[in-house]
C-alpha cells in the first residue's frame, strides 16, 4: 500500500486534499491511504476538513520556530513519523524547506492552478495566478502538476491540463473553473506514481507502460 502524506497552509480550503483523500478511498488511487495531513494551525479549514474525514492530522506552525532552519527539521520530523512514499503538497503556499526536499527527492508534487512555467514563481498563489493568466490574454490556461525541487514552481513537470479563459472572466470565475480540473489531474498523477509509471529524466517526465 502506498502511504500520502498531504502538506497544507493556514488559509487552505483543503479542496485538492478531499479529492485526493476520496479518491484514495474509492479506489481511482489504487491500493493507497492519506496516513497524515500536516497544517500550519489547528484551525485551518483544511485541517478541520481531515479531522472530519477522520484522517490523522499534525499542525507544525512555522511561527512557532526562530529560524527557517529549525521548522524544517521540525517538518522533517513530523513527515518521517508518517512514512510517506509520496507527499502531496495541496495549497501549501511557501518555500518547502530544502531539507524535507532532499529527503525525498523526486517523491513530492505540488499542484499549481496555471500552464508551468507561465504565472508561478515566488507570491504567485491563489488569485493572483488567475489575474495574471487574464491579464496576459491568453484564451487559455489550466493547471500543473510537477515534481518539487527546491526552487518555487520550478521541479519537472508531471501533467498539465487546460481549461479557456472566457471574455468575461473575473479571477474569481476563473479559478472555479479550473478547480475540478486540479483535482482530476492531481489524482492522475498521483494514480500514475502509485502505479510506479513516471519516469523522470531530467526536466522530462515520462509516463510508461
Ligand atoms: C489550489 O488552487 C492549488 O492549485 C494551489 O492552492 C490552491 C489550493 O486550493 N496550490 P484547495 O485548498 O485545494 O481548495
Not at 479529492?19 to 497524515?36: L, T
Not at 501549501?92 to 512555467?117: F, G, K
Request: with cysteine; charged share 20%.
Amino acid at each position: 500500500m502506498s502511504r500520502i502524506a498531504i502538506l497544507v497552509s493556514g488559509p487552505s480550503r483543503g479542496s485538492n486534499m478531499q479529492a485526493i483523500i476520496e479518491a484514495c478511498r474509492d479506489g481511482r488511487i489504487p491500493d493507497s491511504a492519506v496516513v497524515a495531513v500536516v497544517g500550519a494551525r489547528d484551525d485551518a479549514p483544511a485541517l478541520q476538513k481531515a479531522h472530519a474525514l477522520s484522517v490523522p492530522t499534525a499542525v507544525v506552525n512555522p511561527r512557532e520556530f526562530p529560524d527557517p532552519d529549525m521548522y524544517g527539521d521540525a517538518l522533517l520530523w513530523v513527515l518521517q513519523k508518517a512514512q510517506p512514499d509520496l507527499i502531496c503538497l495541496a495549497g501549501y503556499m511557501r518555500l518547502l524547506p530544502a531539507q524535507v526536499v532532499q529527503a525525498y527527492p523526486m517523491r513530492i508534487m505540488n499542484i499549481h492552478p496555471a500552464l508551468l512555467p507561465l504565472f508561478g514563481g515566488k507570491g504567485m498563489y491563489g488569485l493572483k495566478v488567475h489575474q495574471a493568466a487574464i491579464d496576459s490574454g491568453m484564451k487559455i490556461t489550466g493547471c500543473t502538476v510537477h515534481f518539487v525541487d527546491e526552487g518555487y514552481d520550478t521541479g519537472p513537470i508531471i501533467l498539465q491540463r487546460c481549461a479557456p479563459i472566457l471574455d468575461d472572466d473575473t479571477p474569481e470565475t476563473l479559478a472555479a473553473r479550473v478547480l475540478p480540473v486540479e483535482h482530476e489531474t492531481y489524482i492522475e498523477a498521483i494514480r500514475l506514481f502509485v502505479q510506479g509509471k513516471l519516469r523522470v529524466e531530467g526536466r522530462r517526465v515520462r509516463v510508461v507502460g
